[in-house]
């Protein structure tokens, strides 16, 4: 008879798929701190150049709508330097970086392109989609973004 105050002693298979859960648990935690570390703008030196010469901050590009759009999304900093991205003449354009496919940015009939094209506001966060046909970019790979001028390169997809 165990008394009140022991700690229960796990034995056999019990004590096997205890430890199978917690070393389990533990490897899926590491992996996904590891997976959210890289956001594809992490680097400082990349969001301090796009601060000091297009104005904006990088947040990510990540797939949505059940990965059959990319988007990016991106806080401008200073409006004026962030004009360019805005013009709608200047159209994006995306490259998959391992193959070089090129996708664009939708311009539904009733919705317009799928971006904000209106004057850019400081401290603002705004976005643009980019058509993925097929889920052809997966998570984890690199893409660039190219909108007349401005050009950033080796953004990691989430």
């Known amino acids: 008879m165990r008394s009140p105050t022991s700690a229960p002693v796990l034995k056999g298979w019990h004590a ?3 430890a199978i859960l917690l070393v389990g648990g533990a490897l899926v935690f590491s992996f996904s701190e590891l997976a959210n570390a890289d956001d594809g703008a992490s680097h400082p ?3 301090s150049f796009m601060k000091r010469e297009w104005g904006i901050e990088i947040l990510y590009v990540r797939q949505t709508a059940a990965g059959y759009m990319l ?3 991106y806080k401008v900093l200073d409006a004026e330097k962030a004009k360019p991205l805005f013009e709608r003449q200047n159209k994006p354009m995306l490259t998959h970086a391992e193959t070089g496919a090129k996708l664009i ?5 009733k919705t317009g392109a799928l971006r904000n094209s209106n004057p850019p506001k ?8 980019f058509a993925n046909p097929g889920k052809f970019v997966e998570s984890g790979e690199h893409v660039n973004i190219q909108i007349g001028d401005f050009l950033v390169e080796n953004l990691v997809v989430n």
């Open 16 to 18: 096997g798929w205890l």
């Open 45 to 47: 030196r990349l969001n």
């Open 71 to 73: 988007e990016f999304r």
């Open 105 to 109: 940015v939708p311009t539904p009939a």
């Open 122 to 129: 400081d401290g603002h966060v705004y976005w643009m989609f």
